[in-house]
Protein backbone atom coordinates (compact mmCIF):
# COMPACT_ATOMS: atom_id res chain seq x y z
CA UNK A 1 0.00 0.00 0.00
CA UNK A 2 1.38 3.46 -1.38
CA UNK A 3 1.91 5.61 1.98
CA UNK A 4 -0.22 8.51 1.99
CA UNK A 5 1.22 12.49 2.58
CA UNK A 6 0.07 13.43 6.21
CA UNK A 7 -1.57 16.61 6.47
CA UNK A 8 0.40 17.43 9.57
CA UNK A 9 2.52 15.80 12.24
CA UNK A 10 -1.22 14.08 13.92
CA UNK A 11 -1.04 14.17 18.27
CA UNK A 12 -3.09 12.09 18.16
CA UNK A 13 -4.23 8.20 17.18
CA UNK A 14 -7.45 8.50 15.26
CA UNK A 15 -7.80 4.99 15.36
CA UNK A 16 -7.27 4.10 19.14
CA UNK A 17 -9.35 7.38 19.88
CA UNK A 18 -12.39 6.18 18.15
CA UNK A 19 -12.27 3.02 19.96
CA UNK A 20 -11.95 4.39 23.03
CA UNK A 21 -15.11 6.82 22.19
CA UNK A 22 -16.93 3.81 20.67
CA UNK A 23 -15.77 1.12 24.06
CA UNK A 24 -17.09 4.43 26.28
CA UNK A 25 -20.84 4.64 24.23
CA UNK A 26 -20.75 0.97 25.14
CA UNK A 27 -20.18 0.99 28.63
CA UNK A 28 -22.59 3.75 29.14
CA UNK A 29 -25.20 1.90 27.45
CA UNK A 30 -24.86 -1.27 29.15
CA UNK A 31 -24.86 1.10 32.55
CA UNK A 32 -27.98 2.69 31.40
CA UNK A 33 -26.48 5.44 31.19
CA UNK A 34 -26.81 8.05 28.32
CA UNK A 35 -23.78 8.65 25.70
CA UNK A 36 -22.37 12.14 25.64
CA UNK A 37 -20.47 12.70 22.40
CA UNK A 38 -18.49 16.27 22.14
CA UNK A 39 -17.41 18.56 20.00
CA UNK A 40 -15.52 21.21 18.93
CA UNK A 41 -17.63 24.28 18.42
CA UNK A 42 -17.17 25.45 15.00
CA UNK A 43 -18.49 28.98 14.98
CA UNK A 44 -17.15 32.73 14.79
CA UNK A 45 -18.38 33.23 18.58
CA UNK A 46 -15.69 30.38 18.97
CA UNK A 47 -12.58 31.49 16.80
CA UNK A 48 -9.72 33.52 17.78
CA UNK A 49 -7.23 35.14 15.25
CA UNK A 50 -3.70 35.35 16.35
CA UNK A 51 -1.51 37.54 13.75
CA UNK A 52 1.29 35.66 14.88
CA UNK A 53 -0.50 32.29 14.25
CA UNK A 54 -1.81 33.79 10.83
CA UNK A 55 -5.08 31.76 11.10
CA UNK A 56 -8.42 30.91 13.07
CA UNK A 57 -8.13 29.02 16.33
CA UNK A 58 -10.73 27.55 17.71
CA UNK A 59 -11.48 28.53 21.70
CA UNK A 60 -12.94 26.18 24.43
CA UNK A 61 -17.02 25.94 23.79
CA UNK A 62 -17.89 22.55 22.96
CA UNK A 63 -21.24 21.11 21.36
CA UNK A 64 -22.79 18.35 23.43
CA UNK A 65 -24.99 15.04 22.10
CA UNK A 66 -26.46 13.18 24.50
CA UNK A 67 -28.39 10.18 23.27
CA UNK A 68 -32.06 11.07 23.38
CA UNK A 69 -35.40 10.23 21.63
CA UNK A 70 -34.45 13.10 18.75
CA UNK A 71 -30.53 12.19 18.96
CA UNK A 72 -30.77 8.74 18.53
CA UNK A 73 -30.43 8.54 14.73
CA UNK A 74 -27.36 11.62 14.72
CA UNK A 75 -25.76 9.04 17.70
CA UNK A 76 -25.76 5.89 15.32
CA UNK A 77 -25.49 7.76 11.98
CA UNK A 78 -21.90 8.61 13.53
CA UNK A 79 -21.05 5.05 14.71
CA UNK A 80 -21.60 3.97 11.39
CA UNK A 81 -19.97 6.73 8.99
CA UNK A 82 -16.97 6.65 11.94
CA UNK A 83 -16.70 2.89 10.72
CA UNK A 84 -16.22 3.56 6.82
CA UNK A 85 -13.73 6.08 7.70
CA UNK A 86 -11.42 4.07 10.13
CA UNK A 87 -11.82 1.55 7.17
CA UNK A 88 -10.36 3.97 4.84
CA UNK A 89 -7.69 4.87 6.91
CA UNK A 90 -7.04 1.03 7.87
CA UNK A 91 -7.02 0.13 4.16
CA UNK A 92 -5.31 3.64 2.51
CA UNK A 93 -8.41 4.49 0.45
CA UNK A 94 -9.43 8.45 0.21
CA UNK A 95 -12.96 9.20 -0.52
CA UNK A 96 -14.60 12.83 -1.17
CA UNK A 97 -17.21 13.67 0.45
CA UNK A 98 -19.99 13.10 -2.11
CA UNK A 99 -18.20 8.99 -2.46
CA UNK A 100 -18.87 9.02 1.09
CA UNK A 101 -22.56 9.83 0.27
CA UNK A 102 -22.94 6.92 -2.26
CA UNK A 103 -21.01 4.36 -0.17
CA UNK A 104 -22.83 4.90 2.90
CA UNK A 105 -26.30 4.60 0.82
CA UNK A 106 -25.05 1.40 -1.09
CA UNK A 107 -24.53 -0.31 2.74
CA UNK A 108 -28.17 0.88 3.54
CA UNK A 109 -29.62 -0.57 0.91
CA UNK A 110 -28.04 -3.69 1.03
CA UNK A 111 -28.90 -4.21 4.83
CA UNK A 112 -32.46 -3.53 6.19
CA UNK A 113 -31.40 -3.12 9.57
CA UNK A 114 -29.48 -0.22 8.37
CA UNK A 115 -32.59 1.40 7.27
CA UNK A 116 -33.68 3.80 10.38
CA UNK A 117 -29.84 5.67 9.43
CA UNK A 118 -30.17 6.86 5.54
CA UNK A 119 -29.60 9.66 4.74
CA UNK A 120 -32.50 12.43 2.53
CA UNK A 121 -29.53 14.60 0.97
CA UNK A 122 -26.02 14.53 0.34
CA UNK A 123 -26.21 16.91 3.16
CA UNK A 124 -27.13 15.13 5.89
CA UNK A 125 -23.85 12.68 5.16
CA UNK A 126 -21.62 15.86 5.06
CA UNK A 127 -23.00 17.09 8.77
CA UNK A 128 -21.62 13.67 9.95
CA UNK A 129 -18.22 13.30 8.62
CA UNK A 130 -17.46 17.55 9.89
CA UNK A 131 -19.02 16.29 13.20
CA UNK A 132 -16.71 13.50 13.18
CA UNK A 133 -13.83 15.77 12.55
CA UNK A 134 -14.56 18.48 15.10
CA UNK A 135 -15.22 15.73 17.88
CA UNK A 136 -11.94 13.88 17.37
CA UNK A 137 -10.60 17.46 16.66
CA UNK A 138 -8.98 16.49 13.33
CA UNK A 139 -9.44 17.87 10.04
CA UNK A 140 -11.65 16.14 8.01
CA UNK A 141 -8.74 14.98 5.59
CA UNK A 142 -6.78 13.47 8.47
CA UNK A 143 -9.49 11.09 7.74
CA UNK A 144 -8.45 10.11 4.25
CA UNK A 145 -11.87 12.94 3.10
CA UNK A 146 -10.68 15.31 0.43
CA UNK A 147 -12.39 17.76 -1.64
CA UNK A 148 -12.08 17.61 -5.38
CA UNK A 149 -9.34 19.73 -6.86
CA UNK A 150 -11.03 23.32 -6.95
CA UNK A 151 -9.06 26.75 -7.30
CA UNK A 152 -6.10 27.72 -6.71
CA UNK A 153 -4.87 28.36 -10.77
CA UNK A 154 -1.49 29.83 -10.15
CA UNK A 155 0.68 31.62 -12.76
CA UNK A 156 4.38 33.13 -11.82
CA UNK A 157 7.81 33.23 -13.94
CA UNK A 158 9.48 32.58 -10.45
CA UNK A 159 8.42 29.72 -9.13
CA UNK A 160 9.43 25.87 -9.10
CA UNK A 161 7.17 23.42 -7.41
CA UNK A 162 8.27 20.10 -6.51
CA UNK A 163 5.70 17.54 -5.41
CA UNK A 164 6.09 14.22 -3.75
CA UNK A 165 4.38 11.16 -5.18
CA UNK A 166 2.63 8.66 -2.90
CA UNK A 167 5.15 5.78 -4.36
CA UNK A 168 8.02 8.82 -2.60
CA UNK A 169 8.97 9.52 -6.16
CA UNK A 170 9.33 13.66 -6.97
CA UNK A 171 8.15 15.69 -10.06
CA UNK A 172 9.13 19.01 -10.62
CA UNK A 173 6.77 21.55 -12.04
CA UNK A 174 8.89 25.02 -13.48
CA UNK A 175 5.85 27.68 -13.92
CA UNK A 176 7.70 29.52 -15.96
CA UNK A 177 7.66 26.92 -18.66
CA UNK A 178 3.71 26.05 -18.83
CA UNK A 179 3.01 29.29 -21.14
CA UNK A 180 -0.42 30.72 -20.61
CA UNK A 181 -1.67 27.45 -18.67
CA UNK A 182 -1.86 27.92 -14.63
CA UNK A 183 -0.69 25.40 -12.18
CA UNK A 184 -3.62 23.93 -10.46
CA UNK A 185 -1.94 22.73 -7.46
CA UNK A 186 -3.66 19.37 -5.76
CA UNK A 187 -6.25 19.53 -2.96
CA UNK A 188 -3.18 17.66 -0.96
CA UNK A 189 -0.43 20.75 -0.85
CA UNK A 190 1.64 19.20 1.92
CA UNK A 191 2.96 17.20 -0.65
CA UNK A 192 4.93 20.30 -2.39
CA UNK A 193 7.38 22.47 -1.89
CA UNK A 194 8.54 25.49 -3.39
CA UNK A 195 11.78 27.30 -4.71
CA UNK A 196 11.97 30.71 -6.28
CA UNK A 197 14.38 31.30 -9.00
CA UNK A 198 14.50 34.87 -8.08
CA UNK A 199 13.30 37.19 -4.85
CA UNK A 200 9.15 36.88 -4.83
CA UNK A 201 8.26 40.18 -3.73
CA UNK A 202 4.15 39.88 -3.29
CA UNK A 203 1.54 36.99 -3.72
CA UNK A 204 -1.96 38.24 -5.32
CA UNK A 205 -4.93 36.15 -4.37
CA UNK A 206 -8.23 37.26 -6.92
CA UNK A 207 -11.53 35.31 -6.01
CA UNK A 208 -12.47 35.04 -9.76
CA UNK A 209 -9.91 32.56 -11.68
CA UNK A 210 -11.07 34.38 -14.83
CA UNK A 211 -9.98 38.00 -13.53
CA UNK A 212 -6.46 36.05 -12.67
CA UNK A 213 -6.34 34.89 -16.14
CA UNK A 214 -7.04 38.08 -17.54
CA UNK A 215 -3.89 39.88 -15.25
CA UNK A 216 -1.52 37.02 -17.00
CA UNK A 217 -2.57 37.28 -20.29
CA UNK A 218 -2.07 41.09 -19.36
CA UNK A 219 1.97 40.62 -18.79
CA UNK A 220 1.24 40.75 -14.76
CA UNK A 221 3.57 37.97 -13.67
CA UNK A 222 5.81 39.40 -16.57
CA UNK A 223 6.17 42.85 -15.42
CA UNK A 224 6.43 41.71 -11.34
CA UNK A 225 8.44 39.21 -9.73
CA UNK A 226 5.23 37.80 -8.16
CA UNK A 227 2.71 34.69 -7.82
CA UNK A 228 -0.60 35.07 -9.24
CA UNK A 229 -3.71 33.25 -7.61
CA UNK A 230 -7.06 32.74 -8.86
CA UNK A 231 -9.07 31.16 -5.69
CA UNK A 232 -12.83 30.36 -7.82
CA UNK A 233 -14.90 31.51 -5.57
CA UNK A 234 -14.53 30.76 -1.30
CA UNK A 235 -11.55 29.49 -1.36
CA UNK A 236 -11.42 25.49 -1.02
CA UNK A 237 -9.37 23.71 2.16
CA UNK A 238 -7.33 23.08 -0.84
CA UNK A 239 -6.54 26.81 -2.10
CA UNK A 240 -6.10 27.92 1.72
CA UNK A 241 -3.60 25.16 2.26
CA UNK A 242 -1.92 26.30 -0.83
CA UNK A 243 -1.99 29.61 0.38
CA UNK A 244 -0.52 28.73 3.45
CA UNK A 245 2.34 26.94 2.29
CA UNK A 246 3.12 30.20 -0.13
CA UNK A 247 3.27 32.04 2.68
CA UNK A 248 5.50 29.55 5.21
CA UNK A 249 8.13 28.89 2.59
Not at 12 to 39: G, H
Not at 132 to 141: N, S
Not at 162 to 174: C, L, N, S
Request: aromatic share 6%; hydrophobic share 35%.
Amino acid sequence: MMKLIAVRELKIDIPKEARILAERMLKDLENSKRPVLEAVKTSLDNSFYNSKVGYLTPGDKVVRTELNVSSVQKLARVVFMLEILLRNLHIGSVNTKRELYYISKGLIKGNGRLRPLDFEDQGESDSIVDFIGDMLEVYREELNCFANDRGGQTYSQQLVVTETMADGEKATVDLSTLGTSPFQPKNKPQSLKLKAKKKIDFCLVVESEGTANTLMTMGFTKRNNCILMGAQGVPSNGVRGWCKLIQDE
